[in-house]
């Protein structure tokens, strides 16, 4: 394992040719409670601190439930990937886990330099000729599954344990880590600066 600079890794993509028409997309993938989310906005952070445009999508606001692992990248297609391909703005709805429901109200994207999309199967197979950086985080499963607990509280333990399932499958099956560029720990313990620095792990 090294410990490597956000800087660093955000500077790589933005001398990197786009992939999604004028648009840099990179995708933090990784199993629920891994540590994607923080990531991502501390990537997102050095992308926006080297002068880059940044839009940060995480794909908790596509998905229409707890079944929808795979499925919602038709939505994800139709009012992000595909528009920006095309370089126009693109434009998404979240999902209100609450209500059960798609919000109302459209979320506005434009036309960013870099796209960041935080979430399970974004680094999939079939994205990543798109994709200008691929990174997939990784945790313990107890503690990932703990994580998960503290933060959706103790009623939501079995729609986190199916969705555990569901998520080793789809890895395994997409076989994920052999794909993408960068293999993160999600729980290091080796000394680092973690809003500006990152462990990596050898694939």
Do not use: C, Q
């Amino acid at each position: 394992m090294t410990v490597e600079r956000f800087g660093d890794l955000a500077r790589g993509v933005l001398v990197g040719r786009p992939g999604l028409g004028p648009v840099r997309l990179v995708a933090v993938d990784g199993p629920a409670g891994s540590g994607k989310t923080t990531f991502a906005r501390r990537l997102a952070t050095a992308l926006r601190d080297a002068g880059a445009t940044v839009a940060e999508v995480h794909t908790d606001d596509l998905l229409e439930g707890w079944t929808d692992l795979v499925s919602f990248w038709s939505r994800a297609n139709e009012w992000i990937l595909d528009p920006l391909a095309r370089g126009e703005p693109a434009r998404y709805r979240r999902y209100d886990w609450v209500r059960g429901r798609f919000e109302d109200a459209w979320h506005e994207i434009g036309i960013p330099d870099v796209l960041v999309v935080e979430g399970v199967s974004s680094a999939r197979t079939i994205i990543r000729p798109r994709l200008s950086l691929s990174v997939f985080v990784t945790a313990d499963r107890d503690l990932r599954l703990a994580r998960g607990i503290e933060r959706d509280g103790e009623a939501l333990r079995s729609p986190w344990e199916r969705w555990m399932v569901d998520e080793d499958a789809h890895f395994a099956e997409d076989d994920t880590i052999a794909g993408v560029d960068v293999l993160v720990d999600g729980a290091p313990t080796v000394p680092h600066d973690p809003e500006r620095e990152y462990v990596r792990l050898a694939p």
